[in-house]
């Protein structure tokens, strides 16, 4: 799987969109960006994943630049619980790898929300 | 529609023993794999089970072992423990059905070894 560089922090102001930038150069055509968060203590929370288009769901939306060497994830109106670990993971579909579909987490990006 | 379950939530090792965390998985997924974090590090994949086989395994000595039942739901054993086994250890289920297939995680189980 590509290896992904993140930035290691971001602060963002309450109610203002958070944008996580996360780089994946070597990412390969078969290759998904996925995008979990974590809470101090908790399991990793899904929350989005992409191929080549722009993705939007309830929690968030994904930019994948047309090259898809970068990508970001956009929190439009960010709250204090969104405070949390952000983790950018590039991974081959498990139809590719015989059936193996493992997450490698990198160290992430710590979103501090605050008023 | 209840999520992935783990138990126990916290558990207090000694040195040497050996133990048994449990995950019951997504409703709907047959598919169950499982992480360990250290303390202050992203999840590490340990390995993965698929009808009731180990289907991919992570960088983790034999110690580390699985099983996934005919429901399943999975076990993760961890023999002969070290200190460095302390860890949260996270399972997380997926529906093998192709490409994007998604994990979705539990809340964990904290080990502590002393």
């Known amino acids: 799987d590509a290896k992904t560089t993140q930035p290691t922090s971001m602060d963002c102001a309450e109610g203002r969109a958070a944008n996580l930038p996360c780089n994946h150069s070597t990412i390969s055509g078969n290759e998904y960006v996925y995008w979990y968060r974590q809470i101090h203590s908790q399991g990793p929370q899904y929350i989005i994943h992409?191929?080549?288009n722009n993705e939007t769901n309830e929690m968030a939306s994904l930019i994948i630049t047309e090259d898809r060497k970068s990508s970001t994830l956009i929190l439009p109106h960010a709250t204090l619980r969104d405070t949390a670990v952000y983790y950018c993971?590039?991974?081959?579909?498990?139809?590719?790898?015989?059936?193996?579909?493992?997450?490698?987490f990198g160290t992430g990006t710590q979103l501090k929300v605050e008023l | 529609d209840a999520g992935v379950t783990q138990s126990p939530t916290h558990l207090i090792k000694t040195r040497g023993q050996q133990v048994t965390l449990r995950c019951s998985p997504k409703s709907g997924h047959d598919t169950v794999s499982w992480y360990q974090q250290a303390l202050g590090q992203g999840p590490q994949f340990i390995f993965q089970y698929y009808e009731e086989e180990e289907r991919q395994r992570g960088n983790f000595p034999d110690r580390f072992s699985g099983h996934q039942f005919p429901n399943y739901s999975s076990e993760l054993n961890v023999n002969a423990l070290l200190l460095g086994d302390s860890a949260l250890y996270l399972c997380?289920?997926?529906?093998?059905?192709?490409?994007?297939?998604?994990?979705?995680f539990g809340p964990g189980t904290r080990l502590l070894v002393l």
């Open positions: 992409g191929l080549k």
């Open positions: 997380a289920s997926s529906l093998l059905q192709g490409a994007g297939e998604t994990q979705y």
């Open positions: 993971i590039v991974r081959v579909a498990a139809i590719l790898t015989g059936g193996g579909n493992k997450l490698t």
